[in-house]
C-alpha cells in the first residue's frame, strides 16, 4: 500500500480525541491555530460514564448534564453522610458535541500514532497507517497508556477498578432520587478487598449501580466486583431485572507528574487523573485555556511550545501538589481494609471546603498538607498507624509536606463544620476474597483499554425531563432526607 502523502503541516497535532483532547483543541482554536486530531476512530460519543461536581465544570459543560443531583450521600456507616454538593452526570453525546461545536473547523486524521521525531520546528508524528504529520506544538492526550510519552506511577500502578450496571429494578437498590457516591456497607459481607457501591437514580425505575474499588495494587478483577455487587443487591433485596447497559472500569490512579521533555502529556497520559477520586475530566476542562495560552504565546513568539505549555500545567506548587496526592495514594493503599469507612467518615465530617478542596486538583500543597494533618488529627489510631508509615517511608516527600504546610497560610477560609452524622464502624471481619488481578497482569494498556470498551456512556437518564412529576421528586427527596433531618 502506497504510503500517504505528507499534508500540511498544522500549528498544533493534539493525539487523541478523549475530553481531554477536544478541550486542547477547542482552546487553541480560540486563539486562532489550526489543530490536527488524530484518533483511530471519527469523532464519536466518549465511551465512559462521566460523573463530576456541578460546581467543577464550566457553565458550558454544565448545560451538558443528562442529571443533575441535589441529594447526593455518602454512607460510612448505617447513616448517610448528605455531601450537600450537586453532582452531575454528562450526556456523552451532547459533551463532544459542545467540544466540537466550540472548537470549529478542526483537521481529523484517523490513525494511530506510533512515535514522534523532532525537526527543526516541531515534531513529525507517525502513524501505524504510514502517515508523517508535523506541526510546530505535538500533545498526546491519548488516554491512561499515552501515545508518544509511557505515564509513570511510582511503586507500580495503583489501579480503579469498578463493574457496575444500568438496570431496572423492581425495589429501588439505593435511595431514590438520589446519588450515592460511596456506600461503605457491606450487605453481602465484608472482603479482603474493600470495595464500594457508586449508585444513581436515573429516574423510574432505572438505577445506575457500580461496584468499585478506589484503589489497590493489585486490584479486583472484573469478575470479582461484578459477583460482589451481584452478592449485594442479593443481599439487600434488590435483585436487578432488565439489564440496559454494563461497564468495566479499569485505570491507574497514581501517574507521576510528567517531565518537561518532549510532547506535552495533557489529561489521563499527563498525570492528570485525581488520585484519590479517580476524576479527570473536570480538571482538563479547566486546565486547558492555561495551556493553550502559554502555547500560544510561545508559537507568536518563536518559543518553544513545549517547555511554556508545560511550564504553565506543572509550575512547581502543583508538582509539589501532586507529589502530596501521591503521598495520600500510598496511605489509601497501605490502610487495613476495614479502616476505609473509618477513613473517609472522617474525611466528610471535615468542613466542606476542606475536603472540597482536597479533592481539586490546583490546591496548592501547603492547604493539602494542612487538610491531611487535620484528617490525621481526627482519625482513629488505629487508622493512623498505617498512614503514619505510608508518610515516614517518603520523608523527603513528606518533609517537604509538613514544611509547606507549616508555612501556608493559616486564616482559613473554611466555614464551620457542617453536622455530619458520625455513623457506625463496619465490621472488621477480614474473610478472604482472593478474586484480585496478579502482578502479571497489570498490563496496563490491556485493562485500560477493555476498561473503555466497556462503557458506552449511554444511560438514559431522564431526571431533568420536562415531563418528571415535580411533586412526586419532591415527596422522595423528603423521604431521602427524612433520617438526615429527624431528631434522636
Ligand atoms: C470507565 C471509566 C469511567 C470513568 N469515569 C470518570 C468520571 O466519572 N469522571 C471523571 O472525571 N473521570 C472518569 N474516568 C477517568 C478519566 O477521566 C477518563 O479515563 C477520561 O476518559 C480520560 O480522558 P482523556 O481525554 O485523557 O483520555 P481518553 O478519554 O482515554 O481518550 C484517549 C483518546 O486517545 C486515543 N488514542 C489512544 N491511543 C492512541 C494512539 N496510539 N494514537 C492515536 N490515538 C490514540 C483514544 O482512541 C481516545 O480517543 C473514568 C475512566 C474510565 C475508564
Redesign the pocket.
Known sequence: MPAPTEPAPTDALI?????????LAVELRARHHSVRI????APQA???????WLDDLPAWAQACATHVWTDVRVYTGPQPTPLLRPYALLDNTRFLHALLDRAGPLTWTV????HAVPGPDGWTVH?REGHALSARFVVD???????LRRPQHPGGAAL?T?YGLTARFERPPSAPGAMVWMDYRAPHGPGETPTFLYAMHLGGDTYFVEETSLIARPAPTRVALRARLHERLRAQGTPPGEILHE?????PMNAAAPDPHGPLA?????G???PI????????LRAAPLVAHAAADALRAGRDPHAAAWAALWPPERRAAREVHLLGVQALLNLPPDQLAPFFRAFFALPPAAWHAFLDPDTPPGALARTMLRLFAALPGRTRLPLARAALATPGVSGRALRSAMNAPTASAHPGPVPARQAVGMSDDTRSEKAVLNHEDLNQTET?QS??Q??TGNADANGLDPDVDLGERVEELRENLRPLTEQK
Do not use: D, K, N
Request: zero cysteines; glycine letters at 20%.
Open positions: 493525539v487523541g480525541a478523549g475530553p481531554a483532547a477536544l478541550a488524530v484518533a483511530p476512530h466518549f465511551p465512559a460514564t462521566y460523573g463530576a490513525g494511530t500514532v506510533t502513524t492526550a491519548a488516554g491512561h497508556a499515552g501515545s480503579q469498578a461497564e468495566w472500569v479499569a485505570f495533557f489529561g489521563a497520559a499527563g492528570m487523573v485525581h477520586s479517580g476524576f479527570q475530566v473536570a480538571g482538563a485500560i476498561g473503555m466497556g462503557a
